[in-house]
């Protein structure tokens, strides 16, 4: 038995506009670019996919199951640029076979800089979800599935307002180095870690399986690949054969992969739309689909996963140096978060006087730096332009990691005038 879950990371980033040293408004983002983008991108992907996989979920009878992380920021771009999206989404969420994954509002790093502020944007998230799609998160991804020891125990110490702990489990990387001969198709549980809500289920870690996922993601496409083309009795194959070296296929990528990544005259959309039954077919009865939060609860974790270094799903090395690889990306960040307390502060002390018009001027900031916390931002500063080059140039607005440092500062020194303003 192979049960498939397959989960997507949904996200677009309020890009910066051009920013001299010499400018002084407080508007940071290029809105027309931002809202060209986000259309693009619903037309070649958000639409015909999110459709395609309500189709699938109804073709199927509801045994085609699947789950979203969507960031708030490209929840807030659909909602003003194109709100049919969200309807579709809604739609999907009504099946009841869709679940949406709790992650942080602004796709930001700030577990590693702030964990106050990283509850924050847990918990805006959570309550962004509730209200469009009517459900709570149970399962949580952290941007990029940038996870560690000390990520999980934190992750499993949040309660919900039962008490009882918030989150059943996480989703991260399954790293060769730190799996050693074991396999990613199990579910595995973090070091020092309890249970999750359900009594006797220990907080659970569903595994990337990152050779099948960027089968998908990445190679689909590729000439060169050995495996093209690749057709989907020959991934419901591969699929089928983790049978016997665990029970779960955990599918992650962007969804961006469908129509962007991998443009729809490649065949991504019709090898999308003949992959269930292909999964099905294989051996009938013996393959399924699974939603995270199902995987959790159906499977028991079979050892430890311990990793006390971060890990991400980005590039080669699985690590955090596409986003704090060089000293450009160290200082960018630590001056952001280096402004959280007095913004903060600054709107604590703006309510209490009861100022309405201090509180809008601080509630605008802090919505600005918020966006500033992305963490595309700092991954446009990357350097690494080796293997993973043209995944680094994904809609990077800049020239060079330079001129996206220099931007970046620009902005930042105005936003520190507003704060101190």
Not at 111 to 136: A, M, N, P, W
Not at 177 to 202: A, E, H, K, Q, W
Not at 218 to 236: D, M, Q
Not at 272 to 278: E, H, Q, V
């Amino acid at each position: 038995m192979a049960s498939v879950v397959f989960y997507f990371q949904v996200h677009q980033p309020y890009r910066l506009r051009r920013y001299s040293v010499f400018d002084t408004d407080p508007f940071y983002f290029e809105d027309s670019k931002n809202k060209e983008i986000c259309l693009k991108v619903a037309d070649k992907c958000y639409r015909p996919m999110t459709q395609l996989v309500l189709d699938l979920v109804k073709a199927n009878k509801g045994n085609f199951r699947v789950s979203y992380a969507i960031t708030g920021v490209v929840l807030d771009q659909w909602l003003a640029w194109c709100p049919d999206v969200i309807d579709l989404f809604k739609q999907l969420a009504a099946t009841g076979c869709c679940e949406f994954i709790g992650e942080t509002y602004y796709h930001s790093l700030s577990f590693l800089y702030s964990r106050e502020e990283f509850r924050d944007q847990i918990d805006l998230h959570t309550r962004k979800v509730q209200d469009l799609f009517g459900q709570t998160p149970t399962v949580f991804r952290n941007t990029e599935l940038t996870y560690n020891n000390d990520v999980a125990a934190f992750i499993n110490a949040m309660k919900g307002s039962d008490g009882k702990p918030r989150w059943k489990g996480m989703l991260c990387e399954g790293v060769d180095r730190i799996l050693g001969y074991r396999s990613p198709n199990y579910v595995y549980r973090p070091p020092n870690t309890g249970d999750g809500p359900t009594p006797g289920r220990p907080f659970g870690l569903l595994l990337k399986n990152y050779r099948l996922s960027d089968d998908i993601a990445f190679r689909f496409s590729n000439r060169g690949w050995a495996e093209w083309p690749l057709s989907t009795e020959k991934f419901a194959k591969w699929v089928h054969d983790i049978n016997g070296d665990g029970y779960l296929c955990n599918l992650f990528m962007d969804y961006e992969t469908f129509g962007e990544h991998q443009w729809a005259d490649t065949g991504i959309f019709e090898f999308m739309r003949a992959l269930p039954k292909a999964i099905f077919d294989v051996v009938p009865g013996e393959n399924h689909f699974n939603t995270p939060s199902e995987a959790l609860e159906r499977f028991d974790p079979v050892g430890v996963y311990d990793v006390p270094h971060m890990i991400s799903w980005a590039d080669t090395e699985r690590d955090l140096s596409a986003w704090l690889g060089n000293a450009m990306q160290s200082n960018a960040l630590h001056e952001i978060y280096k402004v959280e307390r007095s913004i903060k502060d600054g709107l604590a002390s703006a309510r209490k006087s009861g100022d309405a018009e201090r509180i809008k001027r601080f509630e605008y900031v802090l919505g600005d730096w918020r966006k500033l916390t992305t963490s595309d931002h700092f991954y446009y500063m990357c350097t690494k332009w080796f293997a993973d080059g043209d995944v680094h140039k994904y809609f990077n607005p800049y020239d060079s990691p330079y001129d996206s440092y220099i931007n970046f500062m620009n902005v930042m020194d105005n936003l520190r005038q507003r704060v101190e303003g």
